[in-house]
């Protein structure tokens, strides 16, 4: 039974304890074959590398994969908050840990095929965003854990067989392989945003923001929007005029991840509260690409931007965006960005589902629901504080992981919302 705006507020919560935090959100996938029996399961990977399988029906644990480094890592600041991903077949996910690595993990038994490490510093370099998969490899970003020096943000791209393939580093781009920190000259320009590398339609070609660092247009790239090719080449980038502004104030561009709107369009979100509307056709060509932007609207109440926008296609192109004071939903109309509805619900990542918006507030007011064309209220949710925690609504339920990597516990808990 599909939610709607007329049984939203029926959903039934139902809370299962985790063996840690899901500062993320969970993967879901409809009718696979886990311990031999069909499962309309949930994976989540908790901050310390535990990755998990759920029954999305009763909310039992079905099998845990825990990675060797776990006794190391737990209860101290070396965190992961990416959320895991599947490949085409539904027989593999690909899951984060804290010790730098990639791992492939059974859908059927948690069973581990290989584990790939995209850093060679990992007690520095952090896997934060979401991995994605595509063009049939799995894609990762790096960035910090202590934002301290030396680390650099980069792309690691790996073969579903487990080969390292590509990489494209934002600094010392030049050298395409994984560095070690301390040989590059430059630091910093994590890639950190929630979405981690976002794919093109169509083409393939990859879309990542970098974080505060040098930027000389070409072999450092602070504070960018890079387009890379499926091989992981450079092939547009965007960067503010005013990006050495940006890095001296602590305003990372890459606080969010780019948003593909249309084959010529692209939003870029930042620390700066600034939401740009950028012309992919631009960004064009290895030169250096400064300024000229579209457009440029402020975040919901003038907030910075940490989350990832949701994009929704009904007639017209909706752009929906939650920051840490309100949220807000502008439709595209002639290459330009309208505001329709907006409120002061600050909120994680929102996602829309069966015309329904649903925003998380992350200081704990419950998750909220909305009309998607209007902004009305449907209903509220229950739920405790987080951080980057983001909901998913699929098939009659909704899926939201609680609570903050940051405070570095080994129990967290996910709630499960069912229709009656």
């Known amino acids: 039974m599909e939610i709607t705006a007329s049984n939203a507020a029926t959903l039934a919560r139902q809370q299962v304890q985790l063996p840690g935090t899901v500062d993320g959100a969970a993967l879901y996938l409809k009718g696979v074959t886990v311990e031999g029996s069909p499962h309309d399961a949930l994976f989540v990977?908790?901050?310390?590398?535990?990755?998990?399988?759920?029954?999305?029906?009763?909310?039992?644990?079905?099998?845990?994969?825990?990675?060797?480094?776990?006794?190391?890592?737990?209860?101290?600041?070396?965190?992961?908050?990416?959320?895991?991903?599947?490949?085409?077949?539904?027989?593999?996910?690909?899951?984060?840990?804290?010790?730098?690595?990639?791992?492939?993990?059974?859908?059927?038994?948690?069973?581990?095929?290989?584990?790939?490490?995209?850093?060679?510093?990992?007690?520095?370099?952090?896997?934060?965003?979401?991995?994605?998969?595509?063009?049939?490899?799995?894609?990762?970003?790096?960035?910090?854990?202590?934002?301290?020096?030396?680390?650099?943000?980069?792309?690691?791209?790996?073969?579903?067989?487990?080969?390292?393939?590509?990489?494209?580093?934002?600094?010392?781009?030049?050298?395409?392989?994984?560095?070690?920190?301390?040989?590059?000259?430059?630091?910093?320009?994590?890639?950190w945003g929630r979405g981690g590398a976002v794919v093109v339609p169509g083409s393939g070609n990859l879309l990542v923001a970098t974080g505060n660092a040098p930027w000389n247009g070409t072999t450092d790239w602070g504070d960018s929007v890079i387009e890379l090719s499926p091989s992981g080449q450079l092939i547009g980038n965007y960067t503010p005029a005013n990006t050495a502004t940006l890095y001296d104030r602590d305003l990372d561009l890459g606080s969010t991840s780019p948003v593909y709107l249309t084959p010529t369009l692209i939003a870029q979100g930042g620390k700066d509260r600034k939401i740009r509307l950028v012309s992919l056709a631009r960004m064009q060509g290895t030169a250096p690409h400064q300024g000229h932007e579209v457009q440029s609207v402020s975040t919901p109440r003038r907030a910075q931007l940490f989350t990832t926008p949701a994009v929704w296609r009904a007639k017209r192109t909706w752009l929906i965006v939650a920051d840490n004071a309100g949220t807000k939903a502008w439709v595209l109309q002639r290459g330009r960005l309208h505001p329709v509805w907006q409120n002061s619900t600050p909120g994680t990542s929102p996602i829309v589902a069966g015309q329904l918006v649903y925003v998380y507030d992350l200081y704990g007011s419950g998750l909220h629901v909305y009309s998607a064309t209007s902004g009305v209220p449907v209903a509220t949710l229950a739920a405790g504080t987080g951080h980057w925690n983001s909901p998913i609504a699929t098939d009659g339920i909704v899926v939201l992981p609680e609570g903050n990597a940051n405070d570095h516990l080994t129990t967290g808990v996910l709630d499960i919302w069912r229709l009656p």
């Not at 908050?81 to 990639?102: E, M, N, Q």
């Open 45 to 191: 990977t908790t901050s310390y590398g535990i990755t998990l399988a759920i029954d999305a029906q009763t909310g039992s644990i079905l099998w845990q994969y825990v990675p060797p480094s776990y006794s190391h890592v737990a209860g101290t600041g070396r965190i992961t908050t990416a959320t895991p991903v599947a490949d085409p077949s539904r027989r593999w996910i690909y899951a984060a840990s804290p010790d730098g690595k990639i791992q492939k993990l059974s859908v059927a038994d948690g069973s581990v095929s290989w584990r790939v490490s995209v850093t060679r510093l990992p007690s520095r370099e952090k896997i934060s965003s979401s991995l994605n998969f595509a063009n049939g490899d799995v894609l990762v970003t790096t960035s910090s854990f202590f934002d301290a020096a030396p680390y650099q943000g980069h792309v690691a791209i790996i073969s579903a067989a487990g080969r390292l393939l590509h990489v494209w580093n934002a600094l010392c781009s030049n050298r395409e392989r994984l560095l070690s920190p301390s040989s590059c000259s430059a630091s910093d320009a994590g890639i």
